[in-house]
């Protein structure tokens, strides 16, 4: 039995995370959803940004039979992830504690920068889990970067100097807070796509974190510990079957750049208001 892996994000920047599944579990069923009618979710507040999360969960677990379901996008995992497991009975995995732990590995001097958006940042979920590893967390908002990668403008000039004004601040308040960073972690779907730019304009030898990935190894720790991918063999053909809220055709044209492969048709559905 192949399981259906339910991945929810507020748009088709969660298809990163899907890429590094599908990478690490080719076996397994997809059902994507990207609430891309009510995009973006990084300037909305707490209560909003769980009613939506938990309508998509209880999409991709009550009709599309998601028995395990990984919510890529960063905001909804900082600030939703209680309402999620409240509202479906599967195991649910966010990208926040992944990421946290992700640092934990790679910094040697206990200090990191993390990326995000307007909304994870205020929840200081990254923080909080930075602090559970025992590592302090500076968290930066950069709310600019969003709509650029949207654009397409993923190696732009522009796009690298929004990247510099925000390091260049982040690293001054770091230096003002007598932190010694050594680790940045990118807390939004988007930002894997940007990660080139960011290797440039970040300084020599930082490591840098994708959430997305350290995501993706989290549930195939998840998902082995439950023995279930173990018992099919990989196959050429992984069946991913796209869903979104709005601008389907978007979600089609844009989304291949996430996946790094043609998403196919996307289906368009009303999860209501
Ligand atoms: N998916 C969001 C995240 O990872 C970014 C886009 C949004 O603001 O909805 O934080």
Known sequence: MTPTIGVFDSGFGGLTVLRALIHRLPQAQYAFLGDTARLPYGSKSRRTIARYAAQSARFLVREQGAEFLVIACNTASALALDAIQDAVEVPVLGVVEPGAAAARAASRTGDVLVMATDATVQSH?????????????????????????????????????????????????????????????????????????????????????????????????????????????????????????????????????????????????????
Request: proline share 6%; with cysteine.
């Open 125 to 273: 979920a990254y923080a909080a889990a930075c602090s559970a590893q025992g590592l302090r967390a500076l968290e930066k908002a950069c709310p600019l970067l969003v709509p650029l990668v949207e654009e397409g403008w993923t190696a732009h000039p522009v796009t690298a100097e929004v990247i510099r004004i925000y390091l260049d601040e982040v690293q001054a308040d770091a230096a003002a807070k007598g932190f010694d960073a050594d680790t940045l972690v990118l807390g939004c779907t988007h930002y894997p796509l940007l990660r080139p730019l960011i290797e440039a304009e970040a300084p020599r030898g930082m490591n840098v974190i994708d959430s997305a990935e350290a995501a993706a190894e989290a549930a195939v720790r998840l998902f082995n510990g439950r023995a279930a991918p173990a018992a099919s063999e990989p196959t050429a053909e992984t069946w991913i079957r796209c869903f979104a809220t709005d601008s389907v055709e978007k979600f089609e044209r844009i989304g291949s750049r996430f996946l790094d492969r043609p998403v196919g048709k996307v289906d368009l559905i009303d999860l209501g208001g």
